[in-house]
């Protein structure tokens, strides 16, 4: 298939996944997307799995139908639940496979510059209260979430998209630059704390020597942090947060894993914390999943559940690339839901592609100049990467 058909396919996709408020019945427009995408990705045998990610997904997804349909627990929504699992959230990482194999060996289709453009164009959206593709939540207040439902998932698209990238350069000073930026440009506007965890994890796994660029970018975002985010560590509001908000929801997760290890199934979180007579910020009518993603799969399928995460999360089996690779998503995804977002799962099966590095010929481009600012077809080198 000709690059530029596969270039428009990816940018097509991000920006489709990016409308979150538009539906199709009951479908996002992204989802549409990568459901119609995948029959020509199997047309070009683009699809590749390994045996330890299809076990795991068929044992956590046997397990956790078979408690959803045995155990007797009250559940809100299972049936939305299991066509994600079961549907979507597979096939966006199927794809996420195939374009990172593809991604191996040419640019990507877009630059710094074209994300901080589509950021302004965010904010745009916001301010002029554009009807349709940006809608207020109450929940947000100012802060900037744009045509995505959550500020947690612009923070997250923006920044996969700038980590994509970053892998791809030459991850110099220039490059630590332009993704340290971009950063903290959307921590600010989006007020999404937790995205400098997985922003410094990056800086400290994938820039080989450059200590003292470590510690001023590692410094300069704890200074970030405590600067625009102090009022978040006063004693009253650790207080909500260990009492009544995440404190409280993971002692009672906790409580519930002690009380039955093989998990509940699907829809019994959401129905669970709407009727329990302890209430939890954050949590009950409307939210279908506790803020910790491995902790959240093993109420769903126990032992299983934690499998699921550790393979496709962690990247385990996949050899220790692959997992560097994917170690910003993993401990993002402890304190956020993120196995809930479909372009987490795009990512997490481009970053596996990545770091375990299968292509054919041999060989991937090469970063040396500034092209990635706008990218172009460059040359090549040789890569040696693990099997995929």
């Known amino acids: 298939m000709p690059r530029r058909l596969i270039n428009i396919q990816l940018v097509l996709g991000l920006l489709l996944l990016s409308v979150q408020f538009v539906l199709i019945g009951v479908a996002q427009l992204g989802q549409m997307w990568a459901v119609a995408l995948i029959p020509l990705l199997i047309m070009r045998k683009a699809i590749r799995v390994k045996g330890h990610e299809m076990l795991a997904y068929l044992l956590f997804i046997g397990v956790a139908l078979l408690l959803t349909s045995l155990s007797g627990y009250p559940r809100i929504k299972a049936t939305e639940q299991i066509a994600k699992f079961v549907v979507v959230y597979p096939v966006f990482y199927l794809v996420g496979r195939a374009f990172g194999r593809h991604y191996l060996r040419h ?6 510059i074209a994300l901080f453009m589509f950021l302004a164009y965010q904010v745009a959206l916001q301010k ?3 009807p349709i593709l940006y809608k207020t939540v109450d929940f947000m207040q100012d802060a900037l979430h744009g045509s995505f439902k959550e500020k947690n998932w612009l923070a997250t698209f923006f920044f996969l998209c700038s980590y994509a ?3 791809q350069s030459k991850r110099g ?5 332009w993704f340290i930026v971009l950063s903290a440009v959307v921590a600010l506007l989006s007020e999404s704390k937790t ?6 994890i990056v800086l400290m796994t994938q820039i080989k020597g450059r200590t003292a660029l470590k510690i001023v970018a590692i410094a300069a975002g704890a200074a970030l942090y405590y600067f625009r985010f102090h009022s978040a560590l006063s ?6 947060r260990l009492e009544q908000e995440r404190g409280l929801a993971f002692m009672m997760s906790i409580a519930l894993v002690v009380k039955d290890w093989t998990g509940y199934g699907f829809g019994f979180v959401e129905s669970y914390f709407a009727s329990s007579p302890v209430s939890v910020i954050g949590l009950g009518a409307g939210t279908n999943s506790i803020f910790c993603a491995p902790l959240d799969l093993m109420l769903i399928a126990g032992v299983p559940g934690v499998i699921l995460w550790l393979v496709f999360f962690c990247g385990a089996g996949h050899g220790w690339r692959t997992m560097l690779c994917l170690a910003p998503v993993a401990a993002w ?6 196995h809930q ?21 041999r060989e991937t481009a090469t970063f040396a100049d500034a092209s990635y600012l706008f990218p172009q077809a460059a040359g090549s080198r040789q890569f040696r990467g693990g099997g995929a």
């Open 107 to 112: 640019k990507l289709p877009f630059g710094y």
């Open 128 to 130: 002029l209260n554009i």
């Open 165 to 167: 990238l970053f892998l």
């Open 173 to 177: 000073k220039a490059d630590a630059l």
């Open 195 to 200: 995205e400098l965890i997985p922003c410094g």
């Open 235 to 240: 004693s009253d509001q650790l207080n909500v």
């Open 333 to 338: 995804s402890l304190v956020n839901p993120m």
């Open 341 to 361: 977002s479909e372009m987490v799962y795009l990512f997490c099966g481009y970053l596996v592609s990545w770091g375990s590095g299968v292509f054919a010929p």
